[in-house]
C-alpha cells in the first residue's frame, strides 16, 4: 500500500520561503510521475506543480517563479519562496493528475499546511 507523508509546512510571513518534502513508500517512486497540490479553506484541491520521469517541471500561472519542484530517490519537494497570502493551503503530493486518471491517484496523505500571514 502507498503511503504519502508530507512535511515542512508551517507559518511564515509573507515573503518568506518554506521548503515541502513528501515522502513516499510502498511503490517504486522512481518511475512515478508525481505533483504537488494544494487546497485552500473552502476551495477545491488545485495542481500547483508537476515533475515528470523524463521531462520540464511544470507550475502553475499562480507560483510560477517562486515555486521550484524536484525530487530524488524517494521524495518530492517543493521550495517555496517569496511566500503569499493566498498560498496559504494544506500541501498534498500524489501523482500527477496530468498523466494519470483520477482513479489512479493514490490515497490522499495527511498534507501540510501552510500559513503566510500578511
Known amino acids: 500500500q502507498v503511503q504519502l507523508v508530507e512535511s515542512g509546512g508551517g507559518l511564515v510571513q509573507a515573503g518568506g520561503s518554506l521548503r515541502l518534502s513528501c515522502a513516499v513508500s510502498g511503490v517504486i517512486f522512481r518511475v512515478q510521475h508525481m505533483a504537488w497540490y494544494r487546497q485552500a479553506p473552502g476551495k477545491e484541491r488545485e495542481l500547483v506543480s508537476t515533475?515528470?520521469?523524463?521531462?520540464a517541471p511544470t507550475y502553475a500561472d499562480s507560483v510560477k517563479g517562486r515555486f521550484t519542484i524536484s525530487r530524488d530517490n524517494t521524495k518530492v519537494y517543493l521550495q517555496m519562496n517569496s511566500l503569499r497570502p493566498e498560498d496559504t493551503a494544506v500541501y498534498y503530493c500524489?501523482?500527477?493528475?496530468?498523466?494519470?486518471?483520477?482513479?489512479?491517484?493514490?490515497?490522499w496523505g495527511q498534507g501540510t499546511q501552510v500559513n503566510v500571514s500578511s
Open positions: 515533475i515528470q520521469i523524463g521531462g
Open positions: 500524489n501523482r500527477d493528475l496530468s498523466v494519470y486518471a483520477s482513479r489512479d491517484l493514490w490515497s
